[in-house]
């Protein structure tokens, strides 16, 4: 069964360097998005991008983050000088897309990557 | 805006009996909901969802939930619990606009005692 794949799986990093976690989606999927977790706290929303462009973004989304997909398979979350508190487990998602057939509006969800900022 | 209210943070069950864990959402329309699990080191996966139609809604690992729009709820079940069901479990709604953004609550961890 397809499914989203995400790398690494645990970034360390020190403050104020930038990171960029990884993820392929399903390979039919046009919707992709971006979710954090913060230990102990609940999953919040990032961004959403459809298009190659944003569709959606959270007011966590600020002029730190921003998002890209550099060829065909990846998606990525880029983070330019991370802060202590940016540290969380970053879930990326995926969905077949709006109005098309087999598109059920659920969105499959990567393993993670936890990131840790020192 | 959106919102989701898990009220019970923890619960404890005993393998074989039953589970019922409360969700309740704020949403101007009709949601779309879901309940994900979330084994420890592990991604979300999806147990169920609800999207229209028949208002109680089978799930995988012999979940089910009833969607009750009177009283804005979506709660999950299961008749016996299996001590692999031990694991943290996510309700969420999902905004019908084009770009359908999960809302989270906060979750409800379940121990399973033998």
């Known amino acids: 069964e397809p499914e989203v794949t995400q790398t690494p799986s645990h970034q360390v990093t020190q403050m104020g360097q930038e990171v960029i976690l990884r993820c392929v989606p399903i390979?039919?999927?046009?919707?992709f998005y971006w979710y954090r977790q913060i230990l102990g706290q609940k999953v919040e929303f990032l961004v959403s991008?459809?298009?190659?462009?944003?569709?959606?973004k959270s007011e966590i989304f600020d002029d730190q983050f921003s998002v890209e997909r550099p060829d065909g398979s990846n998606f990525t979350l880029k983070i330019r000088s991370t802060k202590l508190e940016d540290s969380a487990m970053y879930f990326c998602?995926?969905?077949?897309?709006?109005?098309?057939?087999?598109?059920?509006?659920?969105?499959?969800f990567g393993p993670g990557t936890r990131l840790t900022v020192t | 805006a959106q919102s989701v209210t898990q009220p019970d943070i923890h619960i404890t069950v005993s393998e074989g009996a039953s589970l019922e864990l409360r969700c309740n959402y704020s949403y101007g329309a009709t949601p779309y909901l879901f309940w994900y699990v979330q084994s420890p080191g592990q991604g979300l996966q999806l147990l169920l969802k609800?999207?229209?139609?028949?208002?109680l809604v089978q799930g995988i690992k012999g979940f089910e939930a009833e969607f009750k729009r009177s009283q804005s709820s979506f709660n999950l079940r299961k008749p016996s619990v299996h001590w692999s069901d031990a694991a943290e479990y996510f309700c969420?709604?999902?905004?019908?606009?084009?770009?359908?953004?999960?809302?989270f609550g906060g979750g409800t961890r379940v121990l399973v005692k033998p």
């Open positions: 998602a995926s969905r077949r897309g709006p109005g098309l057939a087999g598109d059920t509006y659920e969105q499959y």
């Open positions: 609800y999207f229209s139609g028949d208002t």
């Open positions: 991008f459809y298009n190659n462009e944003i569709s959606e």
């Open positions: 969420a709604v999902g905004a019908q606009a084009a770009g359908n953004k999960l809302t």
């Open positions: 390979s039919n999927h046009l919707y």
